[in-house]
T-cell receptor, first 113, second 113 residues
Framework: AAGVIQSPRHLIKEKRETATLKCYPI?????VYWYQQGPGQDPQFLIS???????DKGSIPDRFSAQQFSDYHSELNMSSLELGDSALYFC????????????FGAGTRLSVL | GNSVTQMEGPVTLSEEAFLTINCTYT??????LFWYVQYPGEGLQLLLK?????DKGSNKGFEATYRKETTSFHLEKGSVQVSDSAVYFC????????????FGKGTLLTVNP
């Protein structure tokens, strides 16, 4: 069965650079969530989209932005990167009619040097 | 707001020992409850879930019962294996919060042969 695809799997950037993370949800899933997991931490909700519209926003810095495109894939754009942005970034998708179950991608590990 | 408190580890057990990881929650309304597992270097996998009071979620020998009266969802397994070594996250979601997941801090389980 198709799963949530995230790319790239690993990304190394310098401070003040920009990064773009991509997420391809499971086919027919209309909702995408982004989470950030710092080293040794629990995942923290960043932002979500439903039918290409932002549906909720968590502790996402103003330096970050995201969108969901017509094919339902989503991109998380991160600018002016800081050392503290080094983390594992997860995308999860859900089919709204299935309500409760989110399926996670393998994550993108971002290292800011 | 929603919150999850889970027993922090690390927890170290011998193979075939009994496992309990405690999890309690605070939420408005009637949340769904989840246990996710994260193996080293990997993403989050849904281990089991329960969507209403007294539901029991089970998978791979793991069980957890949704206890509304004690707001708990403790994870148990009768006989752990070395391959169960991972980080376990208790989480909840609710419709009132757009079904985004709120995680506990995670519990590192190490099972020795």
């Amino acid at each position: 069965a198709a799963g949530v695809i995230q790319s790239p799997r690993h990304l190394i950037k310098e401070k003040r650079e920009t990064a773009t993370l991509k997420c391809y949800p499971i086919p027919r899933h209309d909702t995408v969530y982004w989470y950030q997991q710092g080293p040794g931490q629990d995942p923290q909700f960043l932002i979500s989209f439903y039918e290409k519209m932002q549906s909720d926003k968590g502790s996402i810095p103003d330096r970050f932005s995201a969108q969901q495109f017509s094919d339902y894939h989503s991109e998380l754009n991160m600018s002016s990167l800081e050392l503290g942005d080094s983390a594992l970034y997860f995308c999860a998708s859900r089919q709204a009619s299935a309500k409760n179950i989110q399926y996670f991608g393998a994550g993108t590990r971002l290292s800011v040097l | 707001g929603n919150s999850v408190t889970q027993m922090e580890g690390p927890v170290t057990l011998s193979e075939e020992a009994f496992l309990t990881i405690n999890c309690t929650y605070t939420a408005t309304g009637y949340p769904s409850l989840f246990w996710y597992v994260q193996y080293p270097g990997e993403g989050l996998q849904l281990l089991l879930k329960a969507t209403k009071a007294d539901d029991k979620g089970s998978n791979k020998g793991f069980e957890a019962t949704y206890r509304k009266e004690t707001t708990s969802f403790h994870l148990e397994k009768g006989s752990v294996q070395v391959s169960d070594s991972a980080v376990y996250f208790c989480a909840l979601s609710s419709g009132g919060s757009n079904y985004k997941l709120t995680f506990g801090k995670g519990t590192l389980l190490t099972v020795n042969p």
